[in-house]
Protein backbone atom coordinates (compact mmCIF):
# COMPACT_ATOMS: atom_id res chain seq x y z
CA UNK A 1 0.00 0.00 0.00
CA UNK A 2 1.16 3.44 -0.93
CA UNK A 3 5.36 2.64 -0.60
CA UNK A 4 6.99 0.52 -3.48
CA UNK A 5 9.75 -0.80 -0.78
CA UNK A 6 10.29 -4.62 -0.12
CA UNK A 7 9.36 -5.22 3.36
CA UNK A 8 12.39 -7.54 3.51
CA UNK A 9 15.96 -5.46 2.61
CA UNK A 10 17.10 -8.69 0.88
CA UNK A 11 14.50 -8.48 -2.03
CA UNK A 12 15.97 -6.79 -4.93
CA UNK A 13 19.36 -7.59 -5.23
CA UNK A 14 19.38 -10.00 -8.26
CA UNK A 15 19.16 -7.75 -10.84
CA UNK A 16 21.41 -7.08 -13.65
CA UNK A 17 21.38 -3.60 -13.32
CA UNK A 18 21.40 -2.63 -9.31
CA UNK A 19 19.30 0.79 -8.81
CA UNK A 20 20.91 3.41 -7.09
CA UNK A 21 19.29 1.94 -3.69
CA UNK A 22 20.50 -1.16 -4.67
CA UNK A 23 23.88 0.23 -5.26
CA UNK A 24 24.00 1.60 -2.06
CA UNK A 25 23.13 -0.94 0.29
CA UNK A 26 25.57 -2.76 -1.22
CA UNK A 27 28.69 -0.62 -0.39
CA UNK A 28 27.41 0.51 2.81
CA UNK A 29 26.65 -2.64 4.45
CA UNK A 30 29.06 -5.28 2.64
CA UNK A 31 32.27 -2.46 4.11
CA UNK A 32 30.88 -2.29 7.74
CA UNK A 33 34.19 -1.59 8.96
CA UNK A 34 35.52 0.90 6.35
CA UNK A 35 32.48 3.49 6.38
CA UNK A 36 33.12 6.99 6.95
CA UNK A 37 33.23 8.28 10.31
CA UNK A 38 30.83 11.06 10.26
CA UNK A 39 28.14 12.28 12.61
CA UNK A 40 24.31 10.73 11.03
CA UNK A 41 23.08 14.30 10.91
CA UNK A 42 25.91 14.20 8.17
CA UNK A 43 24.64 11.10 6.66
CA UNK A 44 21.01 13.19 5.99
CA UNK A 45 23.44 12.79 2.32
CA UNK A 46 22.72 9.59 2.10
CA UNK A 47 19.20 9.54 2.78
CA UNK A 48 18.89 11.99 0.22
CA UNK A 49 20.24 9.75 -2.09
CA UNK A 50 17.98 6.96 -1.20
CA UNK A 51 14.94 8.88 -1.24
CA UNK A 52 15.54 10.25 -4.77
CA UNK A 53 15.17 6.48 -6.10
CA UNK A 54 12.25 6.06 -4.43
CA UNK A 55 9.65 8.49 -6.73
CA UNK A 56 7.13 5.84 -8.20
CA UNK A 57 4.98 5.62 -5.48
CA UNK A 58 1.91 8.45 -3.84
CA UNK A 59 3.44 9.62 0.16
CA UNK A 60 -0.04 8.76 2.41
CA UNK A 61 -1.03 12.35 3.18
CA UNK A 62 -0.72 11.72 6.96
CA UNK A 63 3.38 10.64 6.74
CA UNK A 64 3.67 13.82 5.52
CA UNK A 65 6.68 16.69 6.87
CA UNK A 66 5.24 18.50 9.90
CA UNK A 67 7.90 19.27 12.15
CA UNK A 68 7.40 17.00 15.48
CA UNK A 69 10.05 19.00 17.86
CA UNK A 70 9.93 17.75 21.00
CA UNK A 71 9.14 20.02 23.99
CA UNK A 72 8.91 19.17 27.73
CA UNK A 73 5.45 18.71 29.56
CA UNK A 74 3.34 17.38 26.50
CA UNK A 75 -0.06 16.87 27.08
CA UNK A 76 -2.62 14.36 25.96
CA UNK A 77 -4.30 17.22 23.96
CA UNK A 78 -1.59 16.72 21.11
CA UNK A 79 -2.81 13.15 19.91
CA UNK A 80 -5.15 12.68 18.04
CA UNK A 81 -8.07 11.08 19.12
CA UNK A 82 -9.43 7.78 17.63
CA UNK A 83 -8.60 4.06 18.29
CA UNK A 84 -5.79 2.43 16.23
CA UNK A 85 -5.19 -0.84 14.65
CA UNK A 86 -4.28 -2.54 17.57
CA UNK A 87 -6.65 -3.56 20.54
CA UNK A 88 -6.86 -1.68 23.34
CA UNK A 89 -5.62 -2.90 27.20
CA UNK A 90 -3.05 -4.61 25.71
CA UNK A 91 -0.03 -2.15 25.59
CA UNK A 92 2.85 -3.29 27.62
CA UNK A 93 5.23 -1.07 29.64
CA UNK A 94 8.67 -1.11 28.98
CA UNK A 95 11.18 0.64 31.99
CA UNK A 96 12.85 2.99 30.33
CA UNK A 97 16.72 2.72 31.24
CA UNK A 98 14.77 0.54 33.65
CA UNK A 99 13.09 2.09 36.66
CA UNK A 100 15.36 5.05 36.30
CA UNK A 101 12.98 7.69 38.24
CA UNK A 102 13.64 5.67 41.18
CA UNK A 103 17.27 4.20 40.53
CA UNK A 104 20.10 5.08 38.32
CA UNK A 105 19.38 4.53 34.81
CA UNK A 106 21.06 1.75 33.09
CA UNK A 107 22.07 -0.06 36.15
CA UNK A 108 21.25 -3.61 37.92
CA UNK A 109 19.20 -1.49 40.52
CA UNK A 110 17.16 0.16 38.07
CA UNK A 111 16.32 -3.52 35.96
CA UNK A 112 15.53 -5.02 38.93
CA UNK A 113 13.58 -2.69 40.33
CA UNK A 114 11.48 -2.62 36.94
CA UNK A 115 10.83 -5.97 37.78
CA UNK A 116 9.63 -5.31 40.99
CA UNK A 117 7.53 -2.91 39.69
CA UNK A 118 5.76 -5.30 37.83
CA UNK A 119 6.96 -4.09 34.32
CA UNK A 120 6.74 -5.37 31.33
CA UNK A 121 10.19 -5.35 29.99
CA UNK A 122 12.90 -2.70 30.02
CA UNK A 123 14.81 -0.56 27.25
CA UNK A 124 18.08 0.25 27.52
CA UNK A 125 21.49 1.24 25.82
CA UNK A 126 24.48 -0.49 24.92
CA UNK A 127 27.93 0.19 22.86
CA UNK A 128 31.31 -1.07 22.98
CA UNK A 129 34.22 -0.13 25.44
CA UNK A 130 37.45 -0.04 24.01
CA UNK A 131 38.17 -3.54 25.33
CA UNK A 132 35.28 -4.71 23.01
CA UNK A 133 33.14 -5.58 25.92
CA UNK A 134 29.05 -4.72 25.11
CA UNK A 135 28.49 -2.35 28.07
CA UNK A 136 24.99 -0.93 29.23
CA UNK A 137 25.25 2.83 28.85
CA UNK A 138 23.43 5.61 27.06
CA UNK A 139 26.02 8.61 27.20
CA UNK A 140 29.80 8.85 25.30
CA UNK A 141 31.00 10.26 27.98
CA UNK A 142 30.80 9.62 31.43
CA UNK A 143 30.48 13.48 32.56
CA UNK A 144 26.66 13.43 33.05
CA UNK A 145 26.63 9.98 35.00
CA UNK A 146 29.34 10.25 37.05
CA UNK A 147 31.02 13.69 36.67
CA UNK A 148 34.10 11.86 34.18
CA UNK A 149 35.53 12.90 30.89
CA UNK A 150 35.81 9.48 29.85
CA UNK A 151 34.49 8.20 26.96
CA UNK A 152 33.61 4.85 26.73
CA UNK A 153 34.26 4.01 23.41
CA UNK A 154 37.96 4.87 24.20
CA UNK A 155 37.85 3.71 27.73
CA UNK A 156 38.94 -0.24 28.31
CA UNK A 157 36.05 -2.47 30.97
CA UNK A 158 38.45 -2.94 33.92
CA UNK A 159 38.59 1.05 34.02
CA UNK A 160 35.01 1.44 33.23
CA UNK A 161 33.36 -0.39 35.48
CA UNK A 162 34.74 1.89 38.64
CA UNK A 163 32.75 4.67 37.49
CA UNK A 164 30.14 5.76 40.21
CA UNK A 165 27.34 6.35 37.69
CA UNK A 166 24.69 7.08 40.80
CA UNK A 167 25.52 9.58 42.94
CA UNK A 168 25.66 11.95 40.16
CA UNK A 169 22.34 11.76 39.41
CA UNK A 170 21.24 11.71 43.21
CA UNK A 171 20.40 7.82 44.12
CA UNK A 172 23.08 5.65 45.79
CA UNK A 173 26.60 4.79 44.50
CA UNK A 174 26.01 2.68 41.28
CA UNK A 175 28.25 1.14 38.28
CA UNK A 176 27.77 0.20 34.73
CA UNK A 177 27.05 -3.60 34.01
CA UNK A 178 27.72 -5.58 31.15
CA UNK A 179 24.76 -6.48 28.79
CA UNK A 180 25.47 -10.04 29.69
CA UNK A 181 25.15 -9.78 33.55
CA UNK A 182 21.81 -7.32 32.69
CA UNK A 183 19.98 -10.75 30.74
CA UNK A 184 21.37 -13.05 34.05
CA UNK A 185 19.40 -10.49 36.23
CA UNK A 186 16.39 -10.49 34.60
CA UNK A 187 13.59 -13.12 34.50
CA UNK A 188 13.68 -15.80 31.38
CA UNK A 189 9.86 -14.22 29.93
CA UNK A 190 10.85 -10.24 30.20
CA UNK A 191 11.07 -8.24 27.15
CA UNK A 192 14.22 -6.29 26.67
CA UNK A 193 14.40 -4.10 24.17
CA UNK A 194 17.90 -2.90 23.50
CA UNK A 195 18.90 0.54 21.56
CA UNK A 196 22.14 0.30 19.87
CA UNK A 197 24.20 3.42 20.40
CA UNK A 198 26.04 5.12 17.58
CA UNK A 199 25.97 8.00 16.14
CA UNK A 200 28.56 7.49 13.51
CA UNK A 201 28.52 5.23 9.86
CA UNK A 202 31.14 3.14 11.76
CA UNK A 203 29.08 1.13 14.70
CA UNK A 204 32.87 -0.49 15.89
CA UNK A 205 31.39 -3.80 15.26
CA UNK A 206 28.82 -2.97 17.47
CA UNK A 207 25.60 -4.75 15.95
CA UNK A 208 27.69 -7.72 15.10
CA UNK A 209 28.75 -8.25 18.30
CA UNK A 210 24.93 -7.71 20.24
CA UNK A 211 23.95 -9.86 17.38
CA UNK A 212 26.30 -12.50 18.73
CA UNK A 213 25.93 -12.36 22.31
CA UNK A 214 22.27 -12.91 21.89
CA UNK A 215 22.61 -15.43 19.36
CA UNK A 216 25.02 -17.05 21.82
CA UNK A 217 22.76 -16.56 24.87
CA UNK A 218 19.65 -17.74 22.65
CA UNK A 219 17.80 -15.10 23.64
CA UNK A 220 16.25 -13.82 20.11
CA UNK A 221 12.44 -15.18 21.12
CA UNK A 222 12.25 -11.57 24.28
CA UNK A 223 14.39 -9.20 22.50
CA UNK A 224 13.85 -6.23 20.22
CA UNK A 225 16.64 -4.37 19.02
CA UNK A 226 15.91 -0.86 18.24
CA UNK A 227 18.23 2.33 16.96
CA UNK A 228 18.23 5.43 15.18
CA UNK A 229 21.07 4.70 12.48
CA UNK A 230 19.91 2.83 10.04
CA UNK A 231 23.01 1.31 9.34
CA UNK A 232 23.21 -0.85 12.95
CA UNK A 233 19.97 -1.78 11.74
CA UNK A 234 20.95 -3.15 8.37
CA UNK A 235 24.01 -4.83 9.40
CA UNK A 236 22.54 -6.88 11.95
CA UNK A 237 19.78 -8.08 9.31
CA UNK A 238 21.89 -9.78 7.19
CA UNK A 239 23.96 -11.15 9.93
CA UNK A 240 21.44 -11.90 12.09
CA UNK A 241 18.51 -12.05 10.21
CA UNK A 242 16.08 -13.79 13.14
CA UNK A 243 16.78 -10.74 15.49
CA UNK A 244 13.40 -8.52 15.51
CA UNK A 245 14.42 -5.01 15.15
CA UNK A 246 12.90 -1.59 14.21
CA UNK A 247 14.01 2.21 13.90
CA UNK A 248 14.14 4.32 16.34
CA UNK A 249 12.52 7.78 14.82
CA UNK A 250 13.87 11.31 15.89
CA UNK A 251 11.32 14.03 16.17
CA UNK A 252 14.03 16.79 15.20
CA UNK A 253 14.91 15.22 11.94
CA UNK A 254 13.18 15.26 9.01
CA UNK A 255 9.88 12.68 9.03
CA UNK A 256 10.21 11.56 5.37
CA UNK A 257 13.39 9.79 5.31
CA UNK A 258 13.43 8.44 9.04
CA UNK A 259 9.53 6.78 8.54
CA UNK A 260 8.96 6.52 4.90
CA UNK A 261 12.38 5.42 3.54
CA UNK A 262 14.45 4.00 6.30
CA UNK A 263 11.93 2.30 8.42
CA UNK A 264 10.25 0.02 5.67
CA UNK A 265 13.93 -1.18 4.95
CA UNK A 266 15.38 -1.59 8.37
CA UNK A 267 12.52 -1.77 10.86
CA UNK A 268 10.96 -5.25 9.69
CA UNK A 269 9.36 -5.73 13.30
CA UNK A 270 8.43 -2.86 15.34
CA UNK A 271 8.73 1.32 15.00
CA UNK A 272 9.93 3.77 17.61
CA UNK A 273 8.52 6.89 17.74
CA UNK A 274 8.31 9.21 20.42
CA UNK A 275 5.12 10.11 21.84
CA UNK A 276 4.18 13.54 19.69
CA UNK A 277 4.89 11.67 16.66
CA UNK A 278 1.70 8.92 17.00
CA UNK A 279 -1.77 9.61 15.54
CA UNK A 280 -4.43 7.26 15.37
CA UNK A 281 -3.92 7.09 11.37
CA UNK A 282 -0.10 6.25 12.11
CA UNK A 283 -1.08 3.43 14.04
CA UNK A 284 -3.90 2.11 11.70
CA UNK A 285 -1.07 2.31 8.85
CA UNK A 286 1.68 0.64 10.89
CA UNK A 287 -0.78 -1.98 12.14
CA UNK A 288 -1.40 -2.75 8.88
CA UNK A 289 2.08 -3.13 8.31
CA UNK A 290 2.35 -6.01 10.95
CA UNK A 291 4.63 -3.78 13.44
CA UNK A 292 4.19 -3.44 16.87
CA UNK A 293 4.31 0.40 17.75
CA UNK A 294 6.66 1.20 21.11
CA UNK A 295 6.51 4.63 21.77
CA UNK A 296 8.89 6.64 24.65
CA UNK A 297 9.18 8.59 26.47
CA UNK A 298 5.51 9.06 28.56
CA UNK A 299 5.65 9.28 32.37
CA UNK A 300 1.99 11.47 32.42
CA UNK A 301 -0.92 9.05 33.24
CA UNK A 302 -3.13 10.92 30.73
CA UNK A 303 -0.80 10.03 27.56
CA UNK A 304 -0.39 6.97 28.65
CA UNK A 305 -3.88 6.33 28.40
CA UNK A 306 -4.86 8.28 24.98
CA UNK A 307 -1.72 6.00 23.50
CA UNK A 308 -3.48 2.77 24.93
CA UNK A 309 -6.88 4.09 23.36
CA UNK A 310 -4.62 4.63 20.51
CA UNK A 311 -3.92 0.93 20.14
CA UNK A 312 0.11 1.73 20.98
CA UNK A 313 1.57 -1.72 21.45
CA UNK A 314 4.56 -0.89 23.82
CA UNK A 315 4.94 2.31 26.04
CA UNK A 316 8.31 3.09 27.30
CA UNK A 317 8.42 5.04 30.54
CA UNK A 318 10.82 5.74 33.87
CA UNK A 319 8.59 5.11 36.08
CA UNK A 320 6.82 1.85 34.94
CA UNK A 321 5.59 1.39 38.61
CA UNK A 322 3.36 4.60 38.72
CA UNK A 323 1.85 3.72 35.45
CA UNK A 324 1.17 0.32 36.20
CA UNK A 325 -1.01 1.48 39.00
CA UNK A 326 -2.41 4.66 37.05
CA UNK A 327 -3.50 2.42 33.84
Known sequence: MGCALPTSFEVGFTSMKPSPLEAFLNEYTNLPMALPSEPMRDAEKMMAMITTSITSSPMPKFMGTRSHKVEAGATAEGLTGGVGGGETGTMKILGHRGASADFPENTLEAFVEAVA????????????????????????????LAKKRWVVERTPWWKLKQADVGTALGFAAARIPLLDAVLDALP????????????????????????????????????????FNPLCLLRLARAFPDLKRGLLIDPDRAW?????????????????????????????????????????????????RKLRELGVDYLITNAPGKLRVAL
Open 117 to 144: QKADGVELDVMRCASGEVVVCHDEELGR
Open 188 to 227: ADFLVNIELKCEVADDRGLAIEVGRLLERRGEAERVLISS
Open 256 to 304: FPQAWVWQPLVGRDTVHPHHSQVTAERVRFWHRQGLGVAVWTVDDAAIA
